[in-house]
């Protein structure tokens, strides 16, 4: 866990969403489905984002602009200096033998970076409309898009090692149909480092801090 | 002297930043494990920030075997934040920390806002803990009575020997469709929107009482540090700065040295109650419980 002052090398449109590429610094990637903090200009806490894309000497981050905070990260430009945390939690694990990356809408996030770190492995993701699906750009050629009413998980076929992120009422979908998932969770947070417990969930009778034992967390198969 | 404030760092997830400090005060201890209350439980809001965590912790008999002796190792000076729903439940928690060598203070935290609160008053709390234990007692009080420093007249009175001021006040934050954000609707307001409110209670019991006063509301900077001792603190403790910065520690001991330096102060001490017109009364002591070398706040 490091935090440094990172400086912003482009921020770009991607559909509804700014792409922010920051100057990596000294602070590490981290592996896929891990976040860093990012410090939200003119805002009292930071905003957990997972790792985009992790081009050399580059950490990328895709955010949805929805509330003061990822407005702030959205209107940052070339040359704008920000604080960021990590990387943190516990990411993906992928010594799997047949994946599938699943996402939705903000949660096809981290699917470049772990895309990139397991081959070319099969990739559904989904979207509100076609504005969001232009999100697209940022997966590789070989990913399967739906837009709604097409619901992504209609794409989900049995015996195959789920890897997934996306809104809440996406991944209980997903935990149903495919018994094992890796699923990244999301809850508003604080610190990010476990200091907070604002990002405690219940699980299995124990609580636990998303920021610590997740954001990815394996279901019992 | 610099200590976080209760709730605001886990010392064995981020032991760095717990070193950082000149004593780590623990999360809230109650008799029976908690596990907090129903998401969501964090709001920003526009200054500030909302927490309705429930004071989620393992229960006083876990803390004891497991938690605290891996505190014990950090080589700091450990206060135990002691919460309960009745005075008898502070007290026994006090009896059972009272042997603890590691244990530097107990801070009674009697001012939760996210949870119910015990019947009995403040002072009537502090009384029962202090026939219970020799340790250091400090009295966490809420900044939202109608006269804080009578209440620390009374917790003095009961046999406190500090005062932690303040703890958060109740605020609730509507989403876009006016419900209420936080699971459990209100939660306790911290960051810089709470700071004019310690400086307020700071400033009213250090002139009411002699009980010395670990300071803490809305600290971002080394000046808001300063302005704490101005008003009456002897020691400033960090709250919501360390959830977006864990090295907020090193920054703010150095930027409180400049701004002493700058006055042509060459210690905090100096600056304590400068804020004050006459004298203050003339404080006790504060032990921050020096077991390890307390990093000086000196300017170099």
Sequence with gaps: MRRERLTVTESEAVGPYTLLRLERGGLQPGGPGQFFMLEAPGRVLPRPMSLCLAAPGELAFLVDPIGPGTRALCSLSRGDAIHVLGPLGNGFRIDVRRPLLVGGGIGIAPLPYLAEALGAPRLVAGFRSGWHAEAAALLPPNAEIVVEP???????????????CGPAPMLEAVRRLSPGAQLAWEAPMACGYGACYGCAVEIDGRWKRLCIEGPVLREAA | MLLNASGCLDALTAPETARSLDAFVTKTVTPLPRGGNPPVRIAETDGGMLNSIGLANPGRDSFLHEVQPQLA????PIWISVGGFAASEYAETCALLDGLDEVAALELNLSCPNVDEAPESAAEIVAACRTETSLP????????????????????????????LVNTLRGLKLDRELR?????????LSGPALKPVALAAVFACSAATSLPIVGMGGVQTGRDALE???????AVALGTV??????????????????????????????????????LPARKHLDLGSRVPIKSLQTP
């Design chain 1, 150 to 164: 097409t619901l992504v998980t209609e794409l989900i076929e049995p015996g195959l090692d789920v890897l997934a």
């Design chain 2, 73 to 76: 190792q950090l080589g700091i």
């Design chain 2, 137 to 164: 007692l400090y009295a966490k009080l809420s900044p939202a009575s109608w006269d804080v420093a009578e209440v620390a007249r009374a917790v003095e009175a009961a046999g406190a020997d500090g005062l932690s």
């Design chain 2, 180 to 188: 209420p954000v936080l699971g459990t609707r209100v939660g306790g």
């Design chain 2, 228 to 234: 704490l001792l101005a008003v009456g603190a002897s």
């Design chain 2, 242 to 279: 360390l959830f977006s910065d864990p090295s907020a520690p090193g920054r703010i001991r150095e930027e409180l040295a400049a701004e002493l330096s700058a006055l042509g102060l060459t210690s905090p001490e100096q600056a304590s109650g400068l804020a004050h017109e006459g004298a």
